[in-house]
């Protein structure tokens, strides 16, 4: 069987490019790894199917459905109860290394913003689209990603000012 040139591009994508797109999965996932695992996994499906279609730089594409995923998979889950444990939170992390506990800080207000918001600062400053490059991946207004910024950053310095004390 022979294999169609589109199939091996997008195998080379994924390839060259899921390190980074698992990365992003991860950052919007609020630091849970297996839950950036599935849903890159979901979003590389439907990738998929639309590959000969997709207009534009793929990975532009692919990281919009990964902000859009994740921001539907929040919805389900809000409609759903929450099982005690998941309540509890997260473990916090031990050690002496300050780079570690910076970046579990960091993860966990990312995990505290509403999943738009996170989705425009993991876009605008992890990925590092432009406001324009993060609206067009979004589907939103320039203003939108301006505004979302602004107040993700606000409520991210809050929150790191709780995680310190």
């Known amino acids: ?45 439907k990738v998929f199917v639309r590959w000969r279609r997709i207009k534009g730089p793929p990975e532009r594409y692919t990281r919009a459905a990964l ?29 002496h290394e300050d780079a570690v506990v910076d970046q579990d800080a960091v993860l966990r207000a990312l995990a505290e913003l509403p999943p738009r918001m996170r ?13 324009a490059q993060t609206a067009a991946a979004l589907g939103c207004a320039t203003g939108t990603v301006k505004s979302q ?3 993700g950053l606000a409520r991210m310095r809050e929150l790191m000012v709780e995680v310190a004390r």
């Open 67 to 95: 902000a859009n995923a994740s921001a539907n998979r929040w919805r389900r889950r809000s409609r759903k109860p929450e099982a005690a444990w998941e309540q509890a939170g997260t473990p916090s992390v031990g050690g």
């Open 1 to 45: 069987m022979a294999v169609h040139a589109a199939d091996q591009d997008f195998e080379e994508f994924v390839v060259l490019r899921s390190q980074s797109l698992l990365r992003t999965a991860y950052l919007l996932c609020g630091g849970d790894r297996a839950a950036a695992e599935d849903l890159l996994q979901e979003v590389l499906e």
């Open 149 to 151: 910024t602004s107040r």
């Open 119 to 131: 989705a425009v600062l993991v876009l605008r400053y992890f990925d590092d689209l432009s406001e």
